[in-house]
């Protein structure tokens, strides 16, 4: 089988089912595992053209591209009909993210034979599981798609049975965004949930959304987890001065006692394998006296104070 993955997390997937010898084309985002950056690109984001890596600006090019009617993606047609794909798994949750489906339906219209299409739209844990198990069901792979949704289930009870033994629940932002500022949706606070803390400012299943800075400071977060999406933790860092330089920002009880953090955001925007890690990572930030980060974990996230 020779398949394109035209987003990260069904790459994430398609490697965590074994099927990386079978990718033959992926998008410009798709990076893990490092091995994929050999497979050719078929996807290139026009907003990583238009905009330098500067919230404000990538904000106003996504806006700029919307009002033109432009698809914010762009896909290679002729490399796909040389490629000849015969599963391309695309998706239907975040046009900001990657290609949707629509769009990508459109251009595979052009190819001879049209591959078949799994599009992924999963906004909650559960549901994520579930794609792990429609793409093994889609490339034969069901015994390992099993297999590696009890690995991650395991992980998942594990958190669950340790956060049971406090009863404290500190309030998380999870900040998605950093100009305009933006509370994390779908499955974000459900994994703040599952790793011991609350999250007022986002909806489970629900889109991320903008949030207004005086709503910040009347929720008074004690934890603060920023996670602009699809920054490494040094884009973070530059840009941290949106949040710092705002007024009662040292007020806030997060900042007061020094729980603000930068995270690698892949864990957490993927819609894959590492949601599991990225909430290992959570319960390790909210609650420190339950969890320690694992080696590899340590290195994923980094104080923003």
Excluded at 64 to 91: E, G, M, N, S, Y
Excluded at 97 to 109: G, L, T, Y
Aim: glycine residues 6%.
């Amino acid at each position: 089988m020779r398949i394109c993955s035209l987003l990260p997390s069904g790459t994430e997937i398609l490697y965590g089912l074994g099927l990386g010898r079978s990718l033959v084309g992926r998008s410009d985002d798709c990076d893990y595992p490092a091995q994929v950056k050999r497979k050719p690109q078929v996807v290139t984001s026009r907003v990583a053209r238009l905009a330098p890596q500067d919230s404000q600006k990538i904000h106003e090019a996504v806006l700029q591209l919307r009002r033109q009617r432009k698809h914010q993606f762009t896909l290679d047609i002729p490399a796909l009909k040389k490629l000849k794909p015969d599963l391309v798994v695309t998706q239907n949750i975040c046009a900001v993210c990657a290609a949707s489906h629509p769009e990508v339906e459109a251009a595979m219209r052009e190819l001879a034979p049209i591959p078949h299409m799994v599009s992924l739209s999963a906004t909650k844990l559960r549901g994520v599981l579930e794609e792990i198990r429609l793409l093994g069901a889609a490339t034969g792979r069901q015994t390992q798609a099993q297999k590696l949704i009890r690995q991650l289930e395991h992980r998942i009870s594990r958190i669950q049975t340790k956060v049971q033994k406090t009863k404290t629940r500190p309030r998380v932002w999870c900040c998605e965004w950093l100009e305009p500022l933006m509370a994390a949706g779908h499955w974000l606070p459900e994994l703040v949930a599952l790793a011991g803390g609350q999250d007022r400012l986002g909806f489970p299943g629900d889109e991320s959304r903008w949030l207004d800075w005086q709503e910040v400071r009347r929720y008074d977060p004690q934890v603060i987890i920023v996670m602009p999406c699809s920054y490494s933790i040094p884009q973070t860092v530059r840009e941290r001065w949106r949040l710092t330089r705002r007024p009662g920002w040292k007020e806030l009880s997060a900042v007061r006692n020094s729980r603000v953090f930068a995270v690698e955001t892949s864990f957490f925007h993927r819609a894959g394998p590492r949601l599991v890690d990225g909430l290992e990572l959570l319960a390790a930030l909210i609650h420190p006296d339950l969890f320690s980060a694992a080696p590899l974990l340590k290195k994923r996230f980094r104080p923003l104070l």
